[in-house]
């Protein structure tokens, strides 16, 4: 079956990440930025590995200078998810990307974002909540700005703070402080790991940094005590599969740990990450799931309540979408 019009819930997504291939070089036109390298020859994002998928990210935020690009960027973003179901997203927003981490600059960015999240909901029909996110490889001075972002702007669409970027960089709890100051300005905390680090980094950063999601998390999936942790906090995984297969954190679909976690009773949830980087939308993912482990639409449907049950929003918004999904199944 095609998972097209299926209604989705998807936490896991980096804003600047989901942006088209061809709206980034209209950007780069129109401003006279040179980025040519970072396409292969059909237009899409090329990259060889992560560290290099980081780089070619990076040079993809240059062209995003002002907040109407971000105000165009979340415009476009929407309507390409909504198209593939997506009733409810979340993603990630960096005031690293939006202002150099000034919190003057930040709010005006912040400010054409939700503008544009408010344009989209009425036109597409699509919910937008943003985690503001700290990049672990700028290290962790560079992380307490983006939490005092965060804090400040904590309201109906900052909802959490978050951590992403090169994971093998630093320990969790050299980024303590900024996760300290989220909770306390009554954030909701995630942060990317296990995607690389394995148990032990998945462990660190339950036990550091206090997070009720773990982006990834595939890396506990051979380690029963953790797996026992993690259902004991009620901890719940945004997993990303087709990014991982494409990352190689995993050597393909068949030996995607997804299906293990969440039959030894782990919640997980299924997000795109960056999907044009991946190649990937929600529509395919689904249809990956049903192609590799025979995932039908009462699973698919377990898997939206697990994500709304597990969304940063406030609980009109969870009881508005659940309702949404209840209506279409
Ligand atoms: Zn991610």
Request: aromatic share 6%; net charge negative.
């Given at each position: 079956m095609s998972f097209k019009s299926f209604p989705k819930v998807e936490l896991h997504t980096h804003l600047e990440g989901c942006a088209p291939p061809a709206f980034i070089r209209g950007l780069a036109r129109e401003k006279k930025?040179?980025?040519?390298?970072?396409?292969d020859a059909d237009g899409g994002y090329a990259f060889r590995d992560f560290d290099h998928f980081l780089k070619v990210y990076e040079a993809a935020c240059t062209?995003?200078?002002?907040p109407e690009d971000f105000r165009r960027l979340t415009l476009a973003v929407l309507e390409e998810t909504a198209a593939n179901g997506v009733i409810y997203m979340e993603t990630f927003v960096s005031p690293d990307f939006c202002g150099g981490g000034d919190l003057a600059a930040w709010r005006d960015y912040l400010a054409a974002i939700v503008d544009a999240a408010d344009e989209a909901e009425t036109k597409f029909g699509i919910t937008l909540r943003g985690i503001v996110t700290g990049i672990r490889h700028f290290g962790p001075e560079a992380c307490k700005p983006a939490a005092r972002c965060a804090a400040e702007t904590k309201g109906r669409f900052i909802t959490g703070y978050g951590m992403a970027g090169g994971e093998m960089v630093g320990r969790p709890g050299d980024y303590a402080y900024s996760f300290d100051l989220a909770r306390e300005a009554g954030l909701n905390l995630t942060c990317h790991a296990g995607?690389?680090?394995g148990p032990s980094m998945v462990r660190e950063t339950i036990r550091?940094?206090?997070?009720?999601?773990?982006?990834?998390?595939?890396?506990?999936?051979?380690d029963h005590a953790l797996i026992d942790e993690i259902m004991e906090k009620d901890i719940v995984l945004e997993v990303c599969p087709g990014s991982n297969v494409v990352l190689k954190a995993v050597s393909g679909w068949p030996s995607h740990p997804i299906a293990k976690l969440r039959d030894a009773g782990v919640k997980v949830t299924v997000s795109t990450d960056d999907p044009p980087f991946f190649h990937t939308t929600m529509t395919k993912e689904f249809e990956m799931l049903q192609r590799t482990f025979g995932w039908e639409e009462d699973d698919f449907n377990a898997l939206n309540r697990t994500a709304i049950a597990a969304a940063f929003c406030d609980e009109d918004t969870r009881e508005r979408i659940g309702r949404q999904l209840e209506e279409t199944q």
């Open positions: 930025i040179d980025i040519g390298g970072i396409f062209t995003l200078q002002t995607e690389w680090g550091d940094l206090g997070v009720s999601r773990i982006g990834h998390g595939i890396g506990a999936a051979d």
